[in-house]
């Protein structure tokens, strides 16, 4: 009976060791906790993809824990991951970077990964995840460029304008729109960019009306930055025969022969890349991983849909250019 | 120049959703129902409308549907509020927490989509090209190629307008607000008067759903009503119920609610711009407030025949 009960606590006592010094063991359970829903057909969806390709390919349990953007679940939220024992967490933390910084400082043992942003807390745990939105708008702006500037495609009008649809006014959506501003200027020195924010992510209704104005003022493609608002930008496209670029996730099926490309943000390709080092252990706390066009962290969705708007030339001119980012050989200029 | 005319058109579509529910809630209204629910009514209207749409690929039944739809949550809300006496506002807060919460379960169980709901099997509802006014240059474009219940809700206003003033059924209801017992006292139900309102405003609240996913937009997305229900309730409010003043002010407000967006080219900060049609809303409040102040007696006394009876 003794010896058992010791048996035991050795075992408790290994178990403590392996909780205090995480990285001795491979992660069991991995949390991905976001400030949104999933559904957006975007973002969190693309996160998603990439936790559930981790669960298969790791043989790791996962969870999403939801907040809605509701603010008071974001502690909730936290706790839950915590109470869960989730090694390994995934944070999108727009809105509770500090609550996310305290937190990881109580927990220093967990594996933190904010994606999206940069948040450091004391105890430097935090990795944070990167997206150089910029350079993937960069590329939204030289097809956008490349449409308004060619009469040839259909719908296209001689004015070289082009639009965007922002969500709510905040410092993530202004880099979207700097990166496109410079890809289209790249292309045409006089394209004008004409910006429209809609004050809400979830209402199609008034994403369209913005779009349609936006159309009205002659633009011939819209660049949605709006999550479900933007759901109704592509519809206006179709209904007024114009074109639209969609944003985070593969768009251009959804109306098909109107969305030219989408600006993707691949979420889950990074989320299984910081995953990986964690298993193969080069993961480095507290490190501020840059996601740009290089690593694949953002980058264009071109497929059929895209070869059927874009002339075959363009789309090659698409390439170079994105080659010449790649290597650096373009400098995009970073909004903050 | 096009946006000018862009803008026109966006506030005659901007307005009938709003209009559409405002309409709806004249009926409750003038029944001195407080009726909180037509944001719900209007929603789970949306949802029905574009499963119906979906299931049966025809706008008819996505119509009918979404009707059905705003119905069955008004008969929920006429079953507690009317003939189980419950508080008005606390069962118009559950209808409207249970449609948001119903249609988002409902989506993903039904499509399994979450967020938002779009295919080209919806069908929507058709446009109406009216065929002379249409060829005019600047007012054509403006008025004509809608969707169709854009017309039909303004011969609504009208008609409603008509009911309420001008018909029987419309003096009792009004009646049934003011004092429910001089109604009951002469052998005619004012529960029941109070149920039938509250039945009209579901229907006419679905109705608005309907517009908005098989009209505006041909998707169903979550929580798309959007505050559209609290705005036509603001309305109603504002205009004391008269229907010709809720087309009026509707389309003020869809003016706006477009003119915000479109300040956004100039240097105003869009955080400004987006106030512009709540600014707008307030201001109108103020005037029309201030008007009634000034007004002769005898024409409040004519205009205050929906008021709470117990204030």
Known sequence: MKSRLAVMFVALAIVAALAVGASSAAPKKVAYIINGALGDLSFYDSGRAGVDRIEKDFKVQTRTIECNFDPAKYPQALQAAIQWNADVIFVISYGYEDLLAQYADQYPAKYWVNVDTVVENKKKTITSVDFVEEEGAFMAGIVAGLVTTDTSIRGVNPDKIIGAVGGEDDPVIRSFIYGYEQGAKYIDKDIEVKTVFAGTWDDPVRGKQAAKQLYSQKADIVFQIAALTGSGVLEAAREEGKYAIGVDSNQNPLQPGHVVTSDLKNVGDAIYGVFKTIVDGTYKPGAVLEYGLKEGGVGLAIDEHTQKILPAKSLQRVLEIQDKVKSGQIKVKRYQ | ?311
């Open chain 2, 1 to 311: 120049m096009h946006l000018v005319i862009e803008m026109l058109r966006s506030s005659v579509l901007a307005a009938t959703p709003v209009l559409l529910a405002g309409l709806g809630g004249t009926y409750t209204y003038y029944a001195n129902v407080f009726n909180i629910a037509m944001e719900g009514m209007m929603l789970i209207g949306a949802f029905t409308a574009v499963a119906g749409s979906y299931l049966a690929g025809s706008w008819v039944v996505g119509m009918f549907a979404g009707v059905a739809g705003g119905l069955a949550a008004a008969l929920v809300f006429a079953v507690f509020a009317v003939y189980l006496k419950t508080d008005e506002f606390v069962t118009g807060t559950a209808i409207n927490m249970l449609a948001l919460g119903g249609t988002t379960y409902a989506l993903r169980q039904m499509f399994r989509v979450k967020g938002a709901f779009m295919s080209p099997m919806i069908r929507a509802i058709p446009r109406v090209h009216i065929p002379l006014v249409g060829a005019l240059p600047g007012i054509g474009p403006a008025v004509s190629g809608h969707p169709f219940l854009v017309y039909v809700t303004l011969a609504l206003a009208i008609l409603i307008e008509w009911h309420i003033y001008r018909t029987r059924y419309g003096l009792r209801l009004r009646a049934a607000g003011e004092d429910p017992r001089a109604v009951d006292s002469v052998g005619v139900s004012s529960d029941r008067i109070r149920a039938q309102a509250i039945l009209i405003s579901g229907a006419l609240c679905g109705l608005a759903g309907v517009y908005l996913s098989l009209g505006y937009v041909t998707l169903f997305a979550e929580n798309m009503s959007n505050g559209r229900g609290w705005i036509a309730l603001a309305v109603i409010i504002l205009t004391r119920g008269r229907p010709l003043g809720l087309l009026t002010m509707s389309l003020v407000f869809g003016f706006f609610d477009g003119l915000g967006l479109s300040l956004q080219s100039t240097r105003i900060p869009p955080q400004l711009t987006q106030m512009v049609p709540y600014i707008a809303t307030i201001a109108a409040l103020y005037l029309y407030s201030r008007e009634k102040r000034g007004a002769p007696l005898g024409k409040v006394e004519s205009d205050t025949v929906g008021k709470d009876p117990g204030m």
